[in-house]
């Protein structure tokens, strides 16, 4: 019955616990606070690095198209160079069986 007749007392803990919260907190604000700072650093710094990266991409595409240019001659040549292979494979599997020529059509050019 003391106890309520008291009401409500901030003890030791409770004050340290608020003390500990608070101090937290302005921990967090400070740290926010310097990295707000430094953001038009930041901001500058990688503004300056655009056309460098811009001319690196540029270069890299040109590479890049240059090679896809590349496989697709080397892919057509090979193409070229195979069709007597394949002419004398298809002839290989339908010659004298004209009822093959249906199937192996679709093998072949799957």
Known sequence: MM???TGCQHGDMARRANRERVESLQRTVATWSESEAGRPSRARRTGARIPDNLELHAKRLDL???RVRAWQVRDWEQWQ???PAYRHEI???IHGK?????????????
């Not at 093959?100 to 093998?107: M, N, S």
């Open 98 to 110: 004209p009822e093959q020529i249906e199937p192996v059509a679709i093998l072949l050019f799957l």
């Open 3 to 5: 106890a309520a007749a």
């Open 81 to 83: 160079e195979r069709q």
């Open 91 to 93: 002839e290989r599997r």
């Open 64 to 66: 890049m198209i240059q």
